[in-house]
T-cell receptor, first 116, second 113 residues
Framework: DGGITQSPKYLFRKEGQNVTLSCEQNLNHDAMYWYRQDPGQGLRLIYYSQIVNDFQKGDIAEGYSVSREKKESFPLTVTSAQKNPTAFYLC???????????????FGPGTRLTVL | GESVGLHLPTLSVQEGDNSIINCAYSNSASDYFIWYKQESGKGPQFIIDIRSNMDKRQGQRVTVLLNKTVKHLSLQIAATQPGDSAVYFCAEIRSQGAQKLVFGQGTRLTINP
């Protein structure tokens, strides 16, 4: 079955540690995205990548880093520089191309990160 | 600044009634709008989309209306069922610059038996 997977579903980390969240898709999508969601809030864009080996900062990139070495993978590292990392993290992917065609974003199940 | 927002953070309806969830946007350059449904602890799921050259689009039990004059978007759910309980987000893509989705805050829909 095609889809997006994120692991782990729940993640705990001690303050000051870096942690990497996994995101994999087998939809053959060019574009991938990372969002952060806080309780009762909408989604805020952290980083996005339109093509392999290229990525851009979103609205709240500080304290985060990404890589896009493979089309199907877009891992997100939450660094110790992120002051308030406890949140629900969502990965998404979509076909790249001219707006407004084929821009539906498919979301993974999310990873809930808690900093202790 | 420009934003995508929702008029109401919560909406309660009786089972079987129709639900209407509203969304306002401020950027007239937006080309494409999507409604997502997010159940607790899960990622958002695509419900329906609409392009800026359309006023209305219908799906199964859902209808999206776009009023470009007042920059307003609505999602109508017919015969609301318990499984419709979720948070609903509208999102827009602005074709100028990077093609990024901008999400609204969300509306929590609860169904009363």
């Amino acid at each position: 079955d095609g889809g997006i997977t994120q692991s782990p579903k729940y993640l705990f980390r001690k303050e000051g540690q870096n942690v990497t969240l996994s995101c994999e898709q087998n939809l053959n999508h060019d574009a991938m995205y990372w969002y952060r969601q806080d309780p009762g809030q909408g989604l805020r864009l952290i980083y996005y990548s339109q093509i392999v080996n290229d990525f851009q900062k979103g609205d709240i990139a500080e304290g985060y880093s990404v890589s896009r070495e493979k089309k199907e993978s877009f891992p997100l590292t939450v660094t110790s520089a992120q002051k308030n990392p406890t949140a629900f993290y969502l990965c998404a992917s979509s076909m790249a191309g001219p707006v407004p065609f084929n821009n539906e974003q498919f979301f993974g199940p999310g990873t809930r990160l808690t900093v202790l | 600044g420009e934003s995508v927002g929702l008029h109401l953070p919560t909406l309660s309806v009786q089972e079987g009634d129709n639900s209407i969830i509203n969304c306002a946007y401020s950027n007239s350059a937006s080309d494409y709008f999507i409604w997502y449904k997010q159940e607790s602890g899960k990622g958002p799921q695509f419900i329906i989309d609409i392009r800026s050259n359309m006023d209305k689009r219908q799906g199964q039990r859902v209808t999206v209306l776009l009023n470009k004059t007042v920059k307003h978007l609505s999602l109508q759910i017919a015969a609301t069922q318990p499984g419709d309980s979720a948070v609903y987000f509208c999102a827009e893509i602005r074709s100028q610059g990077a093609q990024k989705l901008v999400f609204g805050q969300g509306t929590r829909l609860t169904i009363n038996p």
